[in-house]
């Protein structure tokens, strides 16, 4: 980086510990010097110093009592980091490896994927430390009734709106969503991922691994490739790959593998996806109760084994950082050929430059995972106009927007001179729409 160095130089001196943040703003600079090149006035506009400094960042006590009368004190987080083109929008992680770095680093990538989609929707993210594994309903409850009684004042349906991540899910939405009810007085589109009942959309819980299949589908159809008949690795057994399984198999693929933190599952004879959705979002169980009524399945210990299964396409559905150089460098060795990220940032730099030096078909995470956060948008559009759209309808847009993605990507990766690159093609098309209202607005802030 020549433009650029001294933008990152500085986020690294001013944001200390916070390694995650520093892995997604280098991604984006190292993409963005060329347009530093061909825009001299953003430059000197302090668009790129601005862009990686949020707006607001929010951190506050949250205290809630267990089921046994014991009182715990979690940390709660909301980073609202652009509003250039709309409220802030982006989801609530609950999980005991969230800190500021990593909300942070969330919030950073949503601003650039919300512009992706091409709705009016600024870029935020939240959450706590809370560990919602092994709580009982009561405890889940309060907590997020703690965690609202403070969010509440921070958030509106013009001004910031959250969503579920890892952790947050229909069941916390509701909790969450009640009690901002009764604060506020009023029933506004302040989450979504809500209830069908009250103000949900069709689809929402779909979204994302749906999103994810109709983008690289047609990144797969660009290089004359398909689904049909093609063997699919996926990671993770929550909201994303549980929908993502289910479109592959729709488009004819035969999905092997799912997993959750204590291991993977694999299943040649592909995944039994409505056994998974009984055990993981009706029982809230372990991914490797799965062998006990599949016995052609295998159950591994450990979670980077799932990535020496070979196939062709792999989708990472679970977190930051699970395929690194070495897992990267095997899927290629076992001949995969593409590889869509459902998860966020599920890739370290060094295994993205696997991707990109064996010219494997690669979705990046802001542009293959944005069709969550876009039915979101939808859900807020139907919220305002106290309307709701049929299933057909949403998923109809869902794939449409998602096409426009792919080719909004490609179009700028091919205008700056590296056609295959859709890292570079993502993180420039986020970021010109968001700079072009940035500069428009003045330096007020
Ligand atoms: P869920 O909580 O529904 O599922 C998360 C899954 O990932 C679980 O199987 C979980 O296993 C596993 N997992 C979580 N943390 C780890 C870890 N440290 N190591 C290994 N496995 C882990 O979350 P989602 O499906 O919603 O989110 C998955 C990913 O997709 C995240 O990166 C999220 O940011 C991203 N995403 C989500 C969107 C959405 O709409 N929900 C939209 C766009 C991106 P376990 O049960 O053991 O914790
Ligand atoms: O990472 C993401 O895009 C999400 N968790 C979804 C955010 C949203 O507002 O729907």
Not at 204 to 222: I, V
Request: charged residues 20%.
């Amino acid at each position: 980086m020549k433009k650029l160095q001294a933008v990152y130089d500085q986020v690294v001196t001013r944001n200390p510990n916070e390694p995650e943040f520093h892995q997604a703003v280098l991604e984006v600079l190292e993409s963005l010097e060329p347009v530093a090149e061909k825009h001299p006035e953003w430059l000197e506009a302090g668009i790129f110093d601005r862009i990686v400094e949020p707006e607001r960042q929010v951190i506050f006590r949250v205290s809630w009592v267990d089921d046994a009368g014991k009182v715990h004190v979690n940390r709660g987080f909301r980073v609202q980091f652009s509003s250039a083109i709309g409220p802030y929008k982006g989801g609530l992680r609950l999980h005991p490896s969230v800190n500021l770095s990593v909300i942070k680093f969330l919030g950073f990538e949503q601003i650039f994927k919300n512009s992706l989609t091409g709705l009016p929707i600024g870029g935020g993210k939240g959450g706590s430390d809370f560990n919602p594994r092994g709580k009982s309903d009561g405890e889940i409850m309060r907590f997020c009734q703690s965690f609202m009684t403070e969010l509440y004042r921070h958030i509106g349906p013009d001004t910031d709106v959250p969503a579920g991540d890892i952790g947050t899910g229909a069941r916390e939405i509701g909790y969450m969503y009640g009690q901002y009810k009764r604060l506020s007085n009023a029933h506004t589109g302040v989450l979504t991922g809500k209830g069908l009942t009250w103000g949900g959309s069709l689809a929402r819980t779909e979204a994302t691994g749906y999103g994810l299949l109709y983008f690289m589908d047609e990144a797969l159809k660009a290089k004359g490739k398909t689904f049909e008949g093609a063997t699919v690795s996926i990671s993770g057994s929550g909201n994303v790959a549980i929908f993502a399984t289910e479109k592959a198999q729709q488009l004819g693929a035969k999905v092997v593998t799912l997993s959750d933190s204590d291991g993977y599952i694999h299943d040649p004879d592909g995944i039994d996806i409505e056994a998974v959705k009984q055990i993981k979002l009706v029982k809230r169980g372990r991914i490797k109760e799965y062998i006990d009524s599949h016995p052609n399945a295998a159950y591994t210990e450990g979670c980077s084994g799932i990535w020496s299964v070979p196939c062709d396409v792999a989708l990472p559905c679970a977190t930051q950082n699970e395929i690194d150089k070495a897992s990267a460098e095997l899927l290629v060795k076992n001949g995969c050929y593409a590889l869509g990220e459902g998860a966020n940032m599920p890739s370290t730099p060094e295994a993205v430059h696997v991707y990109l030096t064996n010219k494997i078909i690669y979705g990046p995470a802001k542009a293959a995972n944005a069709g969550g956060v876009a039915t979101s948008a939808l859900e807020m559009s139907q919220n305002s106009m106290r309307y709701s759209w049929t299933f057909e309808e949403v998923d109809s847009k869902l794939k449409q927007i998602m096409i426009d993605i792919y080719d909004r990507a490609s179009s700028a990766a091919a205008e700056y001179g590296d056609p295959d690159n859709l890292v570079m093609g993502a993180n420039i098309a986020g970021f010109e729409k968001v700079a072009t209202a940035m500069h428009q607005f003045g330096i007020a802030y």
